[in-house]
T-cell receptor, first 113, second 114 residues
Framework: NAGVTQTPKFQVLKTGQSMTLQCAQD?????MSWYRQDPGMGLRLIHY???????DQGEVPNGYNVSRSTTEDFPLRLLSAAPSQTSVYFC????????????FGSGTRLTVV | AQSVTQLDSQVPVFEEAPVELRCNYS??????LFWYVQYPNQGLQLLLK??????LVESINGFEAEFNKSQTSFHLRKPSVHISDTAEYFC????????????FGSGTKLNVKP
């Protein structure tokens, strides 16, 4: 089925470890974004991309890296995990953000111990 | 930058009663406004949006929202809720000049009781 696929669904990391959250979409969407969702704080934008090779920072980019080498994939890298990065991470994509909004993946629940 | 305030973190309501979920935003530029819904253990889904034109917008499942520029609000309403409307609702804003960057409110959990 077409949509946004995030892997893994759950992950536990130790402080200082690094990892990559994967995000793939098969809808040929230009726009992709990463959000983190924390209780009582809604969703906060980490990084976003307007096309292959183009990325930019959102509200809370520190501690995260992204790259967009293809239209389909937009991985999020945690460089050195910290307990403050415990959160639910959502990837989203859109063909035309204003007309159709974002299509969200089902999320990755990350715990850093 | 824009910001969004959802004053009510939780709204309990009985089935078939009306409901209003409040959303206020701040922005120095023209905005696009959105409501998203999140069912348990799922990602967010677009419920409705205001881009321009009529200030009253509707969704296919009976929700509506009205853009009020003077009060910088975009409240979500439904005249009669169902159990299946139980979910968390997020208001979001983006700027017409940088529409890729969405700013979300903290969410309102709607709990519909039988």
């Amino acid at each position: 089925n077409a949509g946004v696929t995030q892997t893994p669904k759950f992950q536990v990391l130790k402080t200082g470890q690094s990892m990559t959250l994967q995000c793939a979409q098969d809808m040929n969407h230009e726009y992709m974004s990463w959000y983190r969702q924390d209780p009582g704080m809604g969703l906060r934008l980490i990084h976003y991309s307007v096309g292959a090779g183009i990325t930019d920072q959102g509200e809370v980019p520190n501690g995260y890296n992204v790259s967009r080498s293809t239209t389909e994939d937009f991985p999020l890298r945690l460089l050195s995990a910290a307990p403050s990065q415990t959160s639910v991470y959502f990837c989203a994509s859109s063909y035309a953000v204003t007309n159709y909004g974002y299509t969200f993946g089902s999320g990755t629940r990350l715990t850093v111990v | 930058a824009q910001s969004v305030t959802q004053l009510d973190s939780q709204v309990p309501v009985f089935e078939e009663a009306p409901v209003e979920l409040r959303c206020n935003y701040s922005s120095s530029v023209s905005v696009y406004l959105f409501w998203y819904v999140q069912y348990p253990n799922q990602g967010l889904q677009l419920l409705l949006k205001y881009l321009s034109g009529s200030t009253l917008v509707e969704s296919i499942n009976g929700f509506e929202a009205e853009f009020n520029k003077s009060q910088t609000s975009f409240h979500l309403r439904k005249p009669s809720v169902h159990i299946s409307d139980t979910a968390e609702y997020f208001c979001a804003v983006s700027s017409r000049y940088n529409f890729n960057k969405f700013y979300f409110g903290s969410g309102t959990k709607l709990n519909v009781k039988p």
